[in-house]
């Protein structure tokens, strides 16, 4: 049977009465955005899209030429359709009000527009990553303070990965969804629905380079994880790291496996290496409505209480029994300091 489009499927779920125009709204021009990033992005070298932008971010990060595209297209395409009331992203220092010569709505938008961006230089996949949140009632010019609420508030959330074929995964808070763009019809097609997690992995993604900085419960974690069958889990492991999260966790939601960025003495000082509001909650409620978990290693993720629009926070997530036992880890070192 011939699967249904992104459209349809928004379209049944408004019907349902699971969503309002507003939403469908914002999904689909979010998904046409991320259609032109992913010709941007499939253009290469042809067009002029690699390499760097010459500027920086405010996280101090050198931005890449399409890092700064990804980011216009995704503001200039959400501003004026009247679905929100603001939006935030990676790539500008403060959220940005929808101006007042524009419709507005309620929603809040969130994304990191290009993430992996070390990959987009040598051809691996890189993606588009956003959360969507409700607007405080009363507010109708939305600053930074209005963006922070916990992963528990997101309405929706989803990421775009741009690999041998560009795919959008979404949540809407009940299941996980997979579409594949059809590059000739110009639509995203359901191709998977419920997306689930497996509970067990023998697969975990980390960058291992960082272990010298580790906390004591993570190297002793990941030492077990090495140990293999003969070790304390009993079980061999295998180790792969795209460094791109969006195809880290893609690969995890298709077959299990743990995502881990731990907090290391390199990124102690700023929190954590991952970003809470526009990586880590929409990854999380992702791989939860999966069948997943995600957690800081000490606590749901989803639960946290954000403290700034560009907080950076530890993040464990995947398969289930494979991040309780990573928290056990930490959760026993707490019990026993020293
Ligand atoms: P971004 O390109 O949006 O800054 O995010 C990069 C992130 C994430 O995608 C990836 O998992 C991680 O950084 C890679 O970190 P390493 O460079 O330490 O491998
Ligand atoms: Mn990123
Ligand atoms: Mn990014």
Known sequence: MKPISLTRFLIQEQQAGHINADLRLLIEVVARACKTIATAVGKGALGGVLGDAGTGNVQGEAQKKLDVLSNEILLEANEWGGHLAGLASEEMDH????????????????????????????????????????????VSEPHDEHFLQAGTAQVCAGYTTYGPSTMLVLTLGRGTHAFTLDREQGSFMLTRQDLCIPEDTQEFA?????????????????????????????????LRWVASMVADVHRILTRGGIFIYPIDAKCRDKGGRLRLMYEANPMAFIVEQAGGAASTGRQRLLDVTPNGLHQRIPVFLGSKNEVAAAERYHLQANANPG
């Not at 980390?206 to 190297?219: F, G, T």
Request: contains cysteine; negative net charge.
């Open 206 to 238: 980390i960058n291992l380079s960082n272990q010298r900085h580790w906390e004591a419960p993570m190297q002793h974690y990941v030492a077990d994880l090495l140990a293999g069958k003969t070790g304390p889990r009993g079980k061999d492991f295998n």
């Open 95 to 138: 959220a940005h009000p929808i101006p007042n010569s524009y419709p507005k709505g309620n929603y809040l938008l969130l994304f990191d527009p290009l993430d992996g961006s070390s990959n987009i230089d040598v051809n691996i996949s890189v993606g588009t990553i956003f959360s969507v949140l409700h607007c405080p009632d009363g």
